[in-house]
């Protein structure tokens, strides 16, 4: 179909339908008539960080969880590899943040040789896994020239998410046919304990994994399914699009209501309320309501269906957000680690306390004979950056967030074509969800940090050469 050459951009992306790739404008109507399946590298890309961890729902796949796991992020260096070989893509535009992140790269190689880190390979174990995470920042841009690449993969990861929601949702409705026959192994039955709640009828209800294995996770897929669900519903696609977008919509606010996750249910209003501002600030006033509606019902109509199959004590949990302090609240349940992390790490361990002290490259390749290393908790992203490179990570990656939401803010604001800034107002949204995760998780060394560099270079190569508004 294609010829994969480096010489020829075409492989890169979906050809246009029309026939003319350098075409500007970015129409409901063009995209309606967009092909249906994944197109190039890239969006093969997209799909492979659902597909390679789903791997891990089927049967007798925990034999092979370190493969998979690492495979998600190999993936990731394949796209730099292609990058840095194929002379012919562009790379005039850097992004912001880039020099930020090279730094943070530097100074973990130096952390490597820190005599606290827990081993050699798992240092470098460690390192490469922060490199993976954010070098699609500098790659994903060559391979993303113009808004319609954006959407195609924006449309991607809301079905690749919603499928995954809808499957978080049927695993607590029929667990008995979705649930995944085994779990991580690194659970004890004390986590898997603390995972389960009561249903209807005293049932036990595990709180649902999605297409993975660790109970719970199908919470970060649905936080990103609810915003774009809602999104795409009020573009101008076919009617029967649109419903399927709203459907993803409210499976991905229902699983997270049946993961008990209150962060991500207060992270999705939080998404939902930047996208709306950004559409204020357009003065979009009819979206706006369109959206407002919308998302106040889905928000309902999940709790409402959520609370039939998994039970009164899932109005219960997410009450409490209403019914209790917040500020309490928080510091009960990650606020405790926030504080650890600034009052003791950071003056114990100002340039960080050695690489995989905490983590899974501690509990894959950390040398656990080594007593002078040894393993320090840490949930909350700020403890993980003092842990890894003390106040010198802490401040590098900081910057390098700050200046690519300040990035992604000023495109919403600023290009000129209405649906330019739609489409930067909705990575904003996603993007502006994971920098909340950072106070209740630990966002950049996962997925979802790879997600976030990820749509950070898609949409700067997308919208780097487009007119601006004066």
Not at 10 to 16: K, L
Not at 437 to 464: C, D, K, N, R
Request: with cysteine.
């Amino acid at each position: 179909m294609y010829d994969a050459r480096p010489d020829d951009p075409s492989w890169r992306a979906a050809p246009d339908p029309d026939g003319d790739e350098h075409d500007p404008e970015i129409t409901d109507e063009a995209l309606d008539r967009e092909p249906a399946l994944p197109q190039g590298f890239l969006e093969w890309f997209v799909v492979s960080q659902t597909v390679i961890p789903a791997m891990l729902y089927l049967p007798g796949s925990q034999a092979y969880r370190l493969p998979l796991r690492v495979g998600a992020y190999v993936v990731a260096f394949i796209g730099f590899a292609i990058w840095w070989f194929d002379r012919s893509a562009p790379n005039d535009d850097r992004h912001p943040s880039q020099r930020w992140l090279a730094l943070v790269l530097l100074y973990l190689t130096l952390m490597i040789f820190h005599p606290l880190t827990s081993s050699l390979l798992a240092g470098v174990a460690q390192t490469l896994l922060y490199a993976a995470i954010f070098l699609p920042v500098f790659w994903a841009p060559a391979f993303v020239t113009e808004p319609r690449q954006l959407v195609r993969l924006l449309a991607i990861l809301l079905v690749c998410n919603g499928i995954n929601s809808m499957v978080g949702v049927l695993q607590v409705y029929d667990p008995e046919r979705f649930m995944p026959s085994q779990l991580s192994l690194a659970l004890s039955r004390t986590a898997l304990a603390a995972a389960t709640y009561i249903g209807p009828d005293g049932r036990p209800i595990l709180r649902p994994p999605g297409l993975f294995d660790t109970p719970g996770a199908v919470c970060g897929p649905g936080t990103v399914a609810a915003l774009l669900g809602l999104v795409f519903a009020l573009e101008k696609f076919a009617w029967w699009k649109r419903a399927i977008a709203l459907m993803f919509s409210l499976a991905g606010i229902s699983a997270i209501y049946l993961s008990h996750v209150r962060a991500n249910f207060v992270v999705t209003l939080g998404m939902m309320a930047v996208y709306a501002a950004a559409l204020l600030f357009q003065n979009q006033k009819a979206r706006l309501t369109a959206f407002a509606s919308l998302g106040a019902g889905v928000v309902v109509v999940g709790l409402t269906a959520s609370t039939v199959i998994g039970g009164e004590s899932i109005r219960q949990r997410f009450s409490t957000l209403l019914a209790e302090d917040p500020r309490s609240l928080y510091y009960a349940s990650r606020g405790q680690q926030l504080e650890t992390g600034f009052a003791e790490l950071a003056s114990q361990y100002p340039f960080g306390a050695g690489l995989a002290r905490w983590g899974m490259m501690r509990g894959y390749f950390g040398d656990r004979s080594n007593l002078e290393s040894t393993e320090i908790w840490a949930e909350v992203q700020p403890s993980g950056w003092l842990l890894d490179g003390g106040l010198v990570l802490l401040g590098l990656y900081s910057l390098a967030l700050a200046f690519a939401a300040w990035y992604e803010w000023r495109l919403a604001m600023s290009l000129a074509a209405q649906e330019d800034r739609f489409w930067a107002a909705t990575v904003a949204a996603v993007n502006i969800g994971t920098l909340a995760l950072v106070f209740s998780f630990v966002p950049f060394i996962t997925q979802v940090g790879l997600q976030y560099w990820f749509l950070e270079g898609a949409l700067h190569g997308a919208m780097t050469r487009r007119p601006r508004r004066t």
